[in-house]
């Protein structure tokens, strides 16, 4: 095993679960590269081979759109996520590649005080790493379940 | 305190008393008069079920039952309920099989939900066994009439439900027909679980009034401003209805930032706004269009994100929205990809759909000590009628005329 590409990509995933549960939504596009594309899914599609997805993007232009959308249109209840991560496999592809496949939940914390566990799934991630670090080419998020409870607005 | 003893206050549909969103006795006379009664509740789509043998598991309000195509290519629905115990006959989502078998007791049915065979029906040697006379088909599970309109599947349990068309009237028909125009193909699916009452969601879906007003993100990119050019439908016997946009017809109007509306904040624009680029695939000039069909089912078609929503009561408090994002069989990849793109606009996380979940949720949140009171829904007025301003909750008072008549309330 490669020890220090291990380290980077669960740095990488680490990294990127606390912006997100910082509410430093701002800095989530930059984990992508320019064309990186995003989707959450739902297991049951990816087994059925269905393309839907509830969050789509294919460039960090469409990721800001979704932050600005977020801070600016979307109307939602305050609320904030904790991300966990863990049983991370990383698989290098070529010399400026690699491929992770992790597990997450995500428990979220309404203004109400009500915790629950809201998602748990896996990350299918394909990552650039070159000399200015690693970025998502492709991170699919795949719910384990079919059904959110009233809104996913802060992405996983 | 009964059903009965609720009384409709004295304004009729102008006013909507917030017991109706609360009262597990309601919930349950809703079950039997109008989910169990004479509407038609949808199913799915039948291109879910494209072969024999194909079936899928759903509810027809909170009953489960099985959605079957047949040997013979019909297609059947009936309760999921075995004739014995009464358990799930059938526990997968959907499949694919020449008969279903319980698992409890191995008692084993066709796909038109008749009761073939029970394990050991004659005993085991001798012993055991039924009596000669017994009727386990006595309880078998109850069977539902289906109908195929355009591609969209719907069931009732009842005798007098009139035929689907009748049912939803001639313009709402004709609009599901504009849609369903030719055979399609799924793109997927998926839930949300709404924190209300079901009659809420069907309510916010039907009303034209909040959609501005609520989804900033419509407002701002002119999508759909009540000044721009469009109706509402109001068919059948009230509980469906058609509303409808022509987006590029905007007047230009500046009434939103006159009166200072929230909904529009200046400066907002997209990054990459090629996600709404759209093609006139129906040649109208409509951009949206959204379609319910009383009690519980809604078509969509937002540009090119085309969907249909299955509304179904988990409780009085609870509803799940099942959401299925559908093209054409005939669209290329790069329509495929529009579709997909655009689906950003609709679901739990849609541009112009999240706050739906949200706001339905404060509603049954915010009433919680009122059930004495009643909303207030005067916007057009207080009759039903079709109407070319959206600036009303006409088809939301039409919700409310239907589900008095069978909830005779």
New interface residues.
Partial sequence: MDVELQLAIENLLARYAHALDDDRLEEWPEFFAENGRYR???A??LE?G????????D?R??L??RV??LR??????SQRYRHTVSAVLVERVDARTVKATSSFQVVRVMRTGESTLFASGRCLDRIRMDASGALFEERIVVLDS????????IPI | MSADSRTWPAEGLARVPYWVYQDERIYAREQERLFRGATWNFLGLEAELPNAGDFKTTFVGDMPVVVARDETGALNCFENRCAHRGALLCLK?RGSASEIACVYHNWTYDLRGNLTGVAFRRGIRGQGGMPDDAQPESQAPRKLRVTAFCGLVFATLSEETPPFERYVGAEVAARIRRVMKEPVR??????????SNWKLYFENVKDTYHASL?H??FS?FRLNRLEQKGGVIVGGDGGSHVSFTMMKSDAGGDEYERAGMRSV?GG?R???PQ?LESVDEFGDGITLQILTVFPGFVLQQIMNSLAVRQVLPKGPGRT?LVWT?FGYASDDDRM?ERR??Q??LV???G?IS??D???T?FVQRGVQGAAAHASVVEMGGRSVESNESRVTETSVRGLWQQYRRHMDL
């Fill in positions: 959450i899914t739902t049951e599609n059925r269905l393309p839907l997805a509830i969050i789509y993007a460039s232009a469409m800001r759109d600005s959308a600016h249109a979307n109307i939602y209840e079919r059904a959110v409870d009233t809104l996913l607005a | 989502d799924v793109l997927g699916g998926y839930s949300q679980i709404l924190p609520l900033l993100f701002t904040s907002y997209l990054e990459a996600m799940e994002a495929t997909l793109k689906a950003n679901g739990p996380s541009y999240l706050e979940g949200a706001a949720g």
